[in-house]
């Protein structure tokens, strides 16, 4: 029985990275080292995009896109999976159902709900967007939460002083969203009506 379950499971994970989509465009770096043509990206992996640089990539059934002079990795903590955005932007779309999935920044945490959305770290405040979905955000300084809903586009600064509205979309666009739900066979909730 166990031979059994470890072959499904090797089955699935190479199904999962045979069909992965990686693009790149500039310098990116995996763990320190310049990307190579046809390089996977796995759990565990640091990146880091430097400037005029991008990179988009799916990992099982969830897709990321980094602009330029982000470092961030995709991990699994427990049964989690945890995207950790130390600097600058990322684009993610999560499958509802898929497990837990956690963001987390310097200055915030947030629960996932099978959604999309964008964070970006800078000045020692995060930006974050419920794209769609639902989220969880708990301001790290104050330990303040806030549930966030959006059928399209729900932002926020995070900082010290607390979680506040913002009115402007900034570093993402809707096609980037179209974009990487693609990779994982999706079209964005926004895209359903």
């Known amino acids: 029985m166990k031979k059994v379950l470890v072959f499904l499971l090797i089955s699935?994970?190479?199904?999962l990275n045979a069909n992965q989509i990686?693009?790149?465009?500039?310098?990116?770096?995996?763990?320190?080292k310049k990307m190579v043509k046809n390089q996977k990206i796995k759990f565990g992996d640091f990146i880091q995009t430097?400037?005029?640089?991008?990179?988009?990539?799916?990992?099982?059934?969830?897709?990321?896109l980094a602009n330029s002079n982000s470092k961030f990795s995709v991990k699994k903590e427990g049964t989690s999976k945890v995207l950790n955005v130390i600097s600058?932007?990322?684009l993610a779309v999560f499958k509802h159902g898929d497990g837990d999935h956690v963001v987390k920044t310097p200055n915030l945490t947030a629960g996932i709900r099978g959604t999309g959305v964008y964070?970006?770290?800078?000045?020692?405040?995060?930006?974050?967007?419920?794209?769609?979905g639902e989220t969880e955000l708990e301001d790290t300084?104050?330990?303040?939460?806030?549930?966030?809903?959006?059928?399209?586009h729900n932002m926020v600064w995070v900082s010290k002083?607390?979680?506040?509205?913002?009115?402007?979309?900034?570093?993402?666009?809707?096609?980037?969203?179209?974009?990487?739900?693609?990779?994982?066979?999706?079209?964005?909730?926004?895209?359903?009506?």
């Open 12 to 15: 699935v994970v190479s199904f």
């Open 22 to 32: 990686v693009k790149n465009s500039g310098n990116v770096l995996i763990n320190g």
């Open 50 to 64: 430097k400037g005029k640089s991008k990179v988009s990539f799916n990992i099982g059934k969830s897709a990321f």
């Open 88 to 90: 600058g932007g990322v």
């Open 119 to 132: 964070v970006e770290v800078r000045d020692g405040k995060t930006y974050f967007c419920t794209c769609y």
């Open 141 to 152: 300084h104050n330990h303040y939460a806030k549930k966030l809903k959006a059928t399209h």
């Open 161 to 193: 002083n607390g979680i506040k509205k913002s009115k402007d979309l900034m570093g993402h666009t809707d096609d980037e969203l179209r974009e990487i739900e693609a990779y994982v066979g999706r079209i964005p909730d926004f895209d359903k009506k």
